[in-house]
């Protein structure tokens, strides 16, 4: 963790110079979610490479760049592609966006990701929000020397996914007649996709989604103390006993189609955080 700090606060300031709003809310949209960004008003537009001490985005239909502007009125920063650990990243590199956008004053972190089915009642293009998960990536962006100054040792995870934030989603997918079903997320390393051994013993441990992201951002976020939700698309169905292969082309097509309603709830949950308000002091 040594020089972590300063090195975020080196990012921090770089992307202060060039979009001077405090942002309402970050946004990570996940593979085959990148749209997203089309609703936003750009005021900046950062690709990875130029910001100190970011990684680079090498997963398909990840663009790889920051978008800084407005989304219902709220100033926000949008990641059009994250990072993953099987991209070769550390789990602390994956996170480093997080820490950069609590510095910069975000009230509120919202993630999303593209995920397989396990549960029964799920269907292809289904939004799940993820109210609880299951690490097993088999490492902890948290392993290594505690900086105080980002958080305590030992955070509690009891709570991890902020339940003001899954309240007005629910209340939101209601309101705009949004299927939103609700379940446990479990992260592995990937790149493969499970066996469906694999899927039944997820599906065992009380899993009701899978995927190779998000996870490691939230146990961040919750050190960071940023208050975080994330939306899971069911883009394939995982079912052991009915299992066919799926293809990269099949899982960027539904996560699409999936997009609209998605859109939608997002737009909505920005348009409910607070007004900018002062930016923080580097």
Same mark, same amino acid.
């Given at each position: ?78 990641? &059009?592609? *994250? +990072?993953?650990?099987?991209? #070769? ?10 820490? %950069?956008?609590? /510095? ?93 051994? &694999?899927? *039944? +013993?997820?599906?065992?441990? #009380? ?10 951002? %939230?146990?961040? /976020? ?61």
């Amino acid at each position: 963790m040594s020089g972590l700090y300063e090195q975020i606060q080196e990012s921090a300031a770089y992307i202060r110079q060039r979009w001077a709003h405090t942002p309402a809310a970050a946004i990570v949209l996940g593979t085959g979610l990148g749209s997203l960004a089309a609703d936003i008003v750009a005021e900046a537009v950062l690709p990875y490479e130029q910001i100190p001490h970011f990684p680079r985005s090498t997963a398909p239909s990840h663009k790889g760049q920051l978008v800084c502007g407005m989304l219902a009125g709220r100033p926000i920063l949008a990641m &059009e592609g *994250r +990072f993953h650990y099987y991209e #070769g990243y550390s789990l602390q590199q994956i996170t480093f966006p997080v820490r %950069v956008f609590k /510095a910069l004053g975000a009230s509120a972190l919202l993630l999303t990701n593209a995920a397989g089915g396990l549960n029964p009642r799920f269907r292809k293009g289904d939004l799940m929000l993820i109210e609880d998960h299951i690490n097993l990536m088999g490492d902890n962006p948290l392993i290594g020397p505690n900086d105080e100054r980002l958080g305590e040792r030992f955070p509690d995870m009891s709570q991890a996914y902020d339940l003001s934030l899954r309240q007005r989603l629910q209340q939101l997918a209601l309101e705009e007649r949004i299927p939103l079903q609700g379940g446990v997320f479990v992260a592995l390393a990937g790149p493969c996709l499970e066996t469906p051994a &694999e899927y *039944r +013993f997820l599906r065992t441990i #009380g899993a009701d989604a899978v995927g190779m992201s998000t996870v490691p951002e %939230v146990i961040v /976020a919750v050190h960071a103390r940023l208050p975080v939700a994330a939306i899971s698309v069911i883009t394939d169905m995982c079912l052991p006993d009915a299992l066919t292969p799926v293809s990269l082309p099949e899982i960027l097509q539904v996560a699409q189609q999936a997009e609209a309603p998605l859109r939608r709830l997002i737009t909505r949950l920005v348009a409910t955080l607070p007004a900018e308000t002062s930016a923080p002091s580097a």
